[in-house]
């Protein structure tokens, strides 16, 4: 049995609209409660770590509500364009068993059936969809088509290559009146010649140990806000030591601050994004920025990538990762 342990193992796409925070933003996001009305929203991602792929279709949650109630019976269906493979989604039951919850399905990848337990019980756990056949893999193109009471939602993303990480190092680095801190560091190489969009994440487990697409991601927030979004529209081509936390942190944490000291490896995230996802998200930093981190789910009323009366993105992206060996720093 697979237990979902909440401090450790947090939801990486709904914190991920909240914590690319890290960016610094002037713009003041106008707050409309009106465009909550009768909406959908859409969370999950398609990564070129091996399958399955996980999404979650919930109503709106009001502003400053925990969490989005999960919707049955919604439609789901991803093609792999480039592939010509058309996958409609298997909707998962949630199912109880004694004081646990959670779900049975298959893995396409693995070839066995797999089980996923919740050590405590989500708001409200419907509306999750797997994947049943596609995979995740750069240069592809993927559509969505969401069915819902006769309405129909859909987006079209490419995944853009990865771009590996060449060095990896904890520098200190001086923040001024604030002093010094720890923070991590990354050297990669910007690709020449095109428009390129990054997200970085910071975590204590290798993602090819922890997948970031997983069930639990849909439903938990992690308690550090490890994110930073990156153009690379005044960069070098040689990037070298990128500190990954700088921007504007939640909650005034600054570089060091949500470093995960009780282990003693770090591995940094690197996922590419689409021109669409980046500026999705950048209106989810605007919004968030509003309420001063009061606001916990996922901003809801951003309409991202996705057509229709439907909140969210639909990201596809490609991810590498470089790790290094710290130390117990308890």
Request: hydrophobic share 35%.
């Amino acid at each position: 049995m697979k237990q979902f342990r909440q401090k450790e193992l947090g939801a990486y796409f709904i914190v991920l609209f909240i914590s690319a925070m890290c960016i610094s933003c002037e713009e003041v996001f106008s707050y409309r409660s009106d465009e909550f009305s009768g909406g959908i929203a859409f969370d999950g991602k398609i990564t070129n770590q091996p399958p399955p792929y996980f999404f979650r279709i919930t109503s709106v949650a009001p502003f400053g509500e925990l969490d989005n109630e999960g919707i049955a019976g919604a439609i789901v269906v991803i093609t792999d364009e480039t592939a010509g493979i058309r996958d409609t989604l298997k909707e998962l039951e949630p199912i109880v068993d004694g004081g646990n919850q959670g779900y049975v399905y298959y893995d396409y990848h693995a070839q066995k059936m797999e089980d996923y337990w919740f050590i405590v019980k989500p708001r409200n756990q419907l509306g999750v969809h797997v994947t049943t056949k596609i995979y995740g893999i750069e240069g592809h193109t993927y559509s969505l088509d969401i069915e819902y009471k006769g309405e129909h939602y859909t987006a079209r993303e490419t995944m853009v290559s990865s771009t590996p990480i060449t060095n990896f190092k904890i520098k200190i680095i001086d923040l001024g009146p604030k002093g010094k801190s720890a923070a991590p560091c990354i050297s990669f190489v910007n690709r020449p010649n095109e428009d390129n969009y990054y997200l970085f994440y910071y975590y204590p487990y290798s993602v090819n140990t922890y997948n970031v697409h997983y069930i639990a991601h849909l439903f938990d927030a992690h308690d550090n806000w490890n994110y930073t979004l990156l153009s690379d529209e005044h960069l070098e081509e040689n990037v070298v030591d990128y500190v990954v936390s700088e921007g504007m942190p939640l909650r005034g944490m600054m570089p060091g601050i949500g470093y995960p000291s009780m282990h003693d490896s770090i591995y940094v995230y690197m996922y590419s994004l689409s021109s669409s996802c980046y500026v999705g998200y950048g209106d989810m930093i605007k919004q968030v920025a509003t309420d001063g981190g009061a606001y916990s789910p996922a901003p809801s009323n951003i309409r991202g990538n996705i057509s229709g009366n439907i909140f969210g993105l639909f990201q596809v992206s490609a991810i590498s990762e470089r790790g290094i060996y710290v130390g117990n720093r308890n």
